[in-house]
């Protein structure tokens, strides 16, 4: 099989490794890859914003699949027009992207599904948003509708904080990711997140995973993209995972259908969980990065597989291996990340990858044989053990085999689970 795999972060690293493994693969292709992938795939400088030149690559190559990693592409179609070239793509439609491009829209969804969500009301005008959120409770939670790369979100504690998040939204920080302004009850609880293969009718749930969002040890200071991850989540039990697929991923899927806007690709469901009910907080519709680590650390069974079958329409005959092991990821992020950060600094890793540690990149780039910084979060370093706290151990005294200044990375990765354990 040809493959382009689109996308540069440590969850399209992990892929491509995971990829790499099957036996099905011919040739892989990373559009635009990083300074890992480069040494097991080709890396190419294709624009994937101009989907004609993509398209053109992938006659060029003969390419039999192609994988989406990240949700800008798939919120601006990118799967319609590679579709609609005759090619296989794994992710979904512009349409269906929408559960993660528009918080509105899956707001809609979930009242006319019934899915179980915080309470919510949506806005278009500044000042009919501030009158409201002044009639509210708080904490509140206020969102820019759409795409925010993660910054889209404030939980006000006081009225001059949601006052302040409503304006930034309007005043266009956002752009018109901020024109819609969706105000939602805080729910409290524990999250999680929950991933699930889908094929438009059909899904298999993943084994479970969680982030750590905070930038900080005791998950404390401002959000990133994700600061470490780990899997299984001990939170998750069969009963919860019964009612989540009862309650919240069922019932998307068949929502979507209805819609005329059949979901297929990765539908990732943040949740929170309150006395062992589930609430959705979000949908998203691409992989986590970083839970997609951990996962692709456990998942054994091959990947092409299961992508190439939801990319056909048809996962009914997949079945999934994973390992007993737990999984755990740790970010080495750049001094300043989340805010303003320094590019080009060397990283020298001293630390052979093995079948239980593995060192995937995110933004790095190669300068000859030189790896050097090129991004807030750069590595994720990734170990196997046999439970969440020994893998810990691994990931931890394998970042002690690498010499990089400018980064700092979390000391807690993992905290909620091993708690739970000793309990
Ligand atoms: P989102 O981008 O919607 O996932 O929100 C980012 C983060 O904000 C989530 O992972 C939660 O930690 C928090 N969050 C979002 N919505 C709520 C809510 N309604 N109640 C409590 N926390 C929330
Ligand atoms: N780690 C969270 C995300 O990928 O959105």
């Known amino acids: 099989?040809?493959?382009?795999?689109?996308?540069?972060?440590?969850?399209e690293h992990a892929l491509a490794w995971k990829i790499n493994q099957s036996k099905q693969l011919e040739k892989l292709f990373i559009a635009t890859g990083n300074?890992?992938?480069a040494n097991l795939a080709t890396n190419i400088d294709?624009?994937?914003?101009?989907?004609?030149?993509?398209?053109?690559?992938?006659?060029?190559?003969?390419?039999?699949?192609?994988?989406?990693?990240?949700?800008?592409?798939?919120?601006?179609?990118?799967?319609?027009?590679?579709?609609?070239?005759?090619?296989?793509?794994?992710?979904?439609?512009?349409?269906?992207?929408?559960?993660?491009?528009?918080?509105?829209?899956?707001?809609?969804?979930?009242?006319?599904?019934?899915?179980?969500?915080?309470?919510?009301?949506?806005?278009?005008?500044?000042?009919?948003?501030?009158?409201?959120?002044?009639?509210?409770?708080?904490?509140?939670v206020i969102k820019a509708d759409g795409l925010a790369a993660g910054k889209g979100v404030t939980i006000a504690s006081k009225f001059e904080d949601?006052?302040?998040?409503?304006?930034?939204?309007?005043?266009?920080?956002?752009?018109?990711?901020?024109?819609?302004?969706?105000?939602?009850?805080?729910?409290?609880?524990?999250?999680?997140?929950?991933?699930?293969?889908?094929?438009?009718?059909?899904?298999?749930?993943?084994?479970?995973?969680?982030d750590h969002k905070r930038a900080y040890d005791g998950d404390k200071g401002p959000n990133t993209g994700g600061m470490g991850a780990y899997s299984p989540a001990p939170l998750l039990d069969e009963n919860l995972l019964k009612r989540i697929e009862h309650e919240i991923i069922a019932p998307t899927i068949k929502g979507m259908a209805k819609r005329g806007m059949p979901f297929s690709g990765v539908l990732f469901a943040g949740l929170m969980v309150k006395d062992s009910a589930p609430y959705l907080i979000e949908h998203n519709a691409r992989f986590g990065d970083p839970e997609c680590q951990v996962l692709?650390?456990?998942?054994?069974?091959?990947?092409?597989?299961?992508?190439?079958?939801?990319?056909?329409?048809?996962?009914?005959?997949?079945?999934?291996?994973?390992?007993?092991?737990?999984?755990?990821?740790?970010?080495?992020?750049?001094k300043g990340y989340p805010a303003s950060y320094k590019k080009g600094s060397l990283i020298k890793i001293d630390q052979a990858n093995n079948e239980n540690i593995q060192i995937f990149h995110a933004g790095t780039i190669l300068?000859?044989?030189?790896?050097?910084?090129?991004?807030?979060?750069?590595?994720?370093?990734?170990?196997?053990?046999?439970?969440?706290?020994?893998?810990?151990?691994?990931?931890?005294?394998?970042?002690?085999?690498?010499?990089w200044e400018d980064s700092f990375y979390r000391s807690d990765i993992g905290w909620r689970a091993i708690d739970k354990s000793k309990i």
């Open 162 to 210: 949601a006052e302040k998040a409503i304006k930034d939204c309007f005043s266009g920080i956002f752009g018109k990711a901020g024109a819609e302004v969706v105000i939602e009850e805080f729910l409290e609880g524990e999250e999680l997140s929950i991933f699930a293969i889908c094929d438009g009718k059909n899904y298999i749930t993943l084994a479970s995973a969680q």
């Open 46 to 140: 294709l624009d994937v914003t101009k989907h004609e030149q993509v398209i053109k690559f992938c006659q060029t190559e003969k390419i039999n699949l192609i994988i989406i990693g990240p949700e800008v592409p798939l919120v601006a179609g990118i799967t319609d027009d590679l579709q609609k070239a005759g090619f296989n793509v794994f992710g979904p439609t512009k349409a269906a992207a929408q559960l993660e491009g528009s918080k509105a829209f899956t707001k809609a969804l979930c009242d006319e599904m019934n899915i179980p969500t915080a309470a919510y009301a949506k806005f278009d005008e500044e000042v009919f948003a501030l009158e409201f959120a002044k009639t509210q409770q708080f904490p509140l």
């Open 1 to 11: 099989m040809r493959v382009l795999l689109i996308g540069s972060g440590g969850r």
């Open 296 to 334: 692709m650390m456990r998942l054994k069974s091959d990947i092409l597989d299961l992508l190439m079958a939801s990319a056909k329409g048809d996962i009914s005959n997949i079945k999934l291996d994973w390992r007993d092991e737990a999984a755990l990821t740790v970010v080495l992020a750049a």
């Open 35 to 37: 300074g890992g992938t």
């Open 367 to 403: 300068e000859g044989e030189k790896i050097l910084a090129n991004g807030g979060r750069v590595l994720n370093v990734t170990a196997l053990g046999k439970n969440v706290e020994q893998a810990q151990k691994s990931a931890y005294e394998a970042i002690l085999n690498i010499e």
